[in-house]
């Protein structure tokens, strides 16, 4: 979500406005002439006539719901009190659930993260399975909001989840416990290459931030990776403030509203980047993420590696109204520093790459690391000592181990490209190619392309392979 936060002036207007909106549902204190008909007609019969007498709240409610939906637009929202206090809780980093971080796909909703000391951790939850059913209620076509709104609850209260992974159901009972999210994770890697995990543009997520970009500065940084993938994004003011880190002067996007009117929103009082920045994405960065990686991307101050952001363009406002709900409206669709459009499109890639340790050790070689030591084995990914889940999958055939040629292309800092004429993959460095010819080095399975380890180790200089009792150890020196 974006939000820019209102003046006491505006305030004031959309609270006279949204009276007046709830005056046209809330049908008990209206006057016949300034009532649909129709819809006064039918609340009257149903009040006056059904069994279960009046039900004037949820008729109420309805209506709201029923106009936010014939919008069609899963960002314009209504909240109730109590969801209106959950949703809050969320955009503060702390929250009461189960300890994941989902995003929606094509094959639908998906626990992208699992987050330390969370119920969801204990019960042995992973990145990559997929949320079927909450409480036996299929998700459906459920949106991220709505399925969070069915998971979170009461502290220490139970919820049933029902995921699949690999094609088999597994159901989960899990407590609902104090959730604290970092909003941002830094260290440091080898040759001065300072990463920077950004997991939300929460409250305070923009002073998070710039501490941690100092603690790097002070250790002689000379190079930044700021990692934005799974970041759904958050407030656009957080976003305008990390800019202004990198940023002296500018325009971090153009609003343009429904009657095609372009506004600037001005960077002011802003510092020079001091870095070469990095940014990562995958197709679950969406919003404020996509707001800062734009404007770095269009004043060439950033490299975006990674996948195709998600392409939420738009801007939301919130209205309170008079009962303590809450309603946030699409406003406006924003643009790029260089008047790109986003919505419905998203970012492209500097260096398009799949896969997540794919994407990480692509912009380590990007940012500048040139050494590498990476231990992999079925679960765990250790990159330079620092370990992560891996969804890379080794091959065993006829007594030899192959790997995903994405995987073994991002150890050399090679592109993988596909090669029309020859039809065949091809990996390219800088300016040079290589066509990988199909033979007896190579299998394909399930739609990717895999290679020998040991072959393809043998022919490239910089890189060792080794293989060890539950894996492999590979080494990069350049």
């Given at each position: 979500m974006l939000k820019q936060r209102l003046s006491w002036k505006r305030l004031i207007a959309v609270l006279f406005l949204f009276a007046v909106v709830i005056s046209a549902v809330s049908f008990s204190t209206m006057e016949a002439d300034t009532t649909p008909n129709k819809i006064q007609e039918v609340y009257d019969l149903l009040n006056e006539n059904h069994l279960e007498g009046n039900k004037e709240e949820e008729m109420t409610n309805a209506a709201i719901q029923a106009m936010v939906e014939v919008y069609g637009d899963p960002y314009t929202q209504y909240f109730?009190?109590?969801?209106?206090?959950?949703?809050?809780?969320?955009?503060?980093?702390?929250?009461?659930?189960?300890?994941?971080?989902?995003?929606?796909?094509?094959?639908?909703?998906?626990?992208?993260?699992?987050?330390?000391?969370?119920?969801?951790?204990e019960a042995g939850l992973k990145s990559g399975d997929y949320i079927t059913a909450v409480e036996g209620?299929?998700?459906?076509?459920?949106?991220?909001?709505?399925?969070?709104?069915?998971i979170i609850g009461p502290e220490k209260t139970k919820v049933n989840i029902t995921i699949t992974r690999d094609g088999e159901k597994m159901d989960f009972k899990l407590e609902r416990r104090q959730v604290q999210i970092p909003a941002v994770q830094s260290f440091m890697f080898s040759d001065g290459v300072g990463y920077l995990q950004l997991n939300s543009f929460s409250e305070d997520a923009d002073k998070e931030f710039a501490n941690g970009l100092e603690s790097l500065q002070k250790e002689d940084m000379q190079s930044l990776i700021i990692d934005l993938r799974n970041n759904p994004g958050g407030y656009l003011d957080i976003a305008l403030n990390i800019s202004k880190l990198f940023i002296e002067e500018g325009t971090l996007i153009y609003t343009k509203d429904n009657k095609g009117d372009l506004e600037g929103?001005?960077?002011?009082?802003?510092?020079?980047?001091?870095?070469?920045i990095t940014i990562m994405l995958n197709e679950n960065s969406a919003s404020a993420s996509e707001v800062l990686s734009g404007a770095l991307q269009d004043y060439e101050l950033a490299t975006?590696?990674?996948?195709?952001?998600?392409?939420?363009?738009?801007?939301?406002?919130?209205?309170?109204?008079?009962?303590?709900?809450?309603?946030?409206?699409?406003?406006?669709?924003?643009?790029?520093?260089?008047?790109?459009?986003?919505?419905?499109?998203?970012?492209?890639?500097?260096v398009n790459v799949e896969g997540a340790a794919e994407q990480l050790i692509t912009a380590m070689h990007t940012a500048g690391v040139k050494n590498f030591n990476i231990s992999l084995n079925e679960e765990l990914i250790s990159i330079n000592d620092k370990e992560y889940s891996t969804d890379v999958e080794l091959v065993e055939e006829n007594g030899n181990v192959y790997a995903p040629?994405?995987?073994?292309?991002?150890?050399?800092?090679?592109?993988?490209?596909?090669n029309s004429e020859a039809e065949q993959v091809e990996l390219v460095i800088g300016e040079q190619s290589q066509v990988l010819k199909e033979n007896e080095y190579q299998l394909y399975r399930d739609g990717k392309n895999y290679v020998d380890v040991q072959h393809f180790a043998s022919q490239y200089s910089i890189l060792e392979a080794t293989a060890k009792e539950d894996g492999w150890q590979f080494t990069i020196k350049k």
């Open positions: 109730n009190p109590e969801e209106w206090k959950e949703f809050q809780r969320t955009m503060q980093s702390s929250y009461v659930g189960i300890g994941v971080r989902i995003a929606q796909d094509e094959e639908g909703i998906s626990i992208v993260e699992v987050f330390d000391e969370s119920s969801a951790k209620n299929a998700v459906g076509d459920k949106t991220t909001s709505e399925l969070v709104q069915e929103l001005a960077i002011k009082n802003g510092k020079e980047a001091q870095h070469p975006i590696v990674g996948t195709k952001s998600f392409g939420k363009g738009s801007v939301q406002r919130l209205f309170p109204l008079t009962d303590g709900s809450m309603i946030k409206i699409t406003m406006e669709e924003y643009l790029t520093p260089k008047k790109r459009k986003v919505n419905g499109e998203g970012l492209p890639p500097d040629v994405r995987f073994l292309a991002s150890l050399i800092g090679a592109e993988v490209k596909w």
